[in-house]
């Protein structure tokens, strides 16, 4: 690599460092290009990105840009998965994609609000339901109350336009 490049591409990690909410390293080593294609598709999908680049690069990047806890943990062939809105996204998404496809990869860890998160805590975080996920079942959850309400309000009134129904329909009779 030119020694030319080398600031831009620390700019630009850098800078999607910035943006991100929460990333997660994994370690990539043996795992075959097609997979790791697959892994960019998936990922582009979920609105995420896998970065891969040297671990001088990323140190120095993820050291400008404030998140000096990152420096100590790259070491031999890591990528990392960055993500800018649902914060448990990557994890998700990476842990899904490692599990299906039996590929060689393992979480290291990963970061959030400014903090390491370690292997475990990743994975914990991949559980999580989804930011949408969340906002439906809150909404359904306020939803339930008034619908029951509804209900126990209408209940009654149904009750008896079924009474006096079948009290017209017996005198029809008579």
Do not use: C
């Amino acid at each position: 690599m030119k020694k030319e490049t080398k600031p831009g591409i620390v700019s630009d990690i850098k800078e999607v460092l910035g943006k991100s909410t929460a990333g997660v390293i994994t370690s990539y080593q043996g795992v075959p290009t097609p997979e790791l294609v697959n892994l960019r598709h998936k990922l582009r999908d979920a609105k995420l990105e896998l970065k891969v680049v040297k671990n001088t690069m990323m140190r120095r990047a993820a050291q400008e840009a404030g998140f000096d806890f990152l420096t100590t943990h790259f070491d031999g062939a890591n990528a990392v998965v960055i993500g800018y809105d649902d914060v448990s996204a990557p994890a998700r998404v990476l842990t899904q994609f490692i599990s299906g496809s039996g590929a060689a990869m393992t979480v290291r860890g990963g970061f959030l609000d400014g903090r390491w998160l370690s292997d475990s805590e990743v994975n914990t975080l991949a559980t999580l339901p989804s930011k949408g996920e969340l906002v439906a079942k809150v909404l359904g959850g306020l939803q339930s109350p008034i619908m029951g309400l509804v209900q126990a309000l209408s209940s009654p009134m149904l009750g008896i336009v079924y009474a006096l129904n079948a009290r017209i329909q017996q005198m029809e009779g008579n």
